[in-house]
């Protein structure tokens, strides 16, 4: 079983970076991807990027390319999420989500979810 915990998240200023941490406090065997997602209101549930378990493969959205790395820490139980130059649309719970097979967009083939942390950027 995989139980993810998302943290960092909170109120930051347009400008500022952000940096959200997913845990599996499960520590579950296997070997899992670990993708981020958000989603602002009233919309629907956006990629934001993934990082495979071994590393060997990381991508983002357009929305936040440049912006934005994910990384993993610890046994890979952990996958950070570091967001730079902030705007007030980066505004959106941030969801973390584990897959053993999949890295990828498609947030339907995600078997594991945390809760998600609410990011809100002020102007």
């Known amino acids: 079983q995989v139980h993810l915990v998302e943290s960092g998240g909170g109120l930051v200023q347009a400008g500022d970076s952000l940096r959200l941490s997913c845990t599996d406090s499960w520590r579950a065997p296997g070997t899992y991807a670990m993708a981020w997602f958000r989603q602002a209101p009233g919309k629907e549930r956006e990629f934001v990027g993934v990082i495979s378990w071994n590393k060997d493969e990381a991508y983002y959205a357009d929305s936040v390319k440049g912006r934005c790395t994910i990384s993993r820490e610890g046994a890979n139980n952990t996958a950070n999420l570091e967001l730079n130059s902030l705007k007030p649309e980066d505004t959106a719970v941030y969801y973390c989500?584990?897959?053993?097979?999949?890295?990828?967009?498609?947030?339907?083939?995600?078997?594991?979810w945390g809760q998600g942390s609410q990011v809100i950027v002020s102007p």
């Open positions: 989500a584990a897959d053993m097979a999949y890295v990828g967009p498609k947030e339907e083939l995600y078997d594991h």
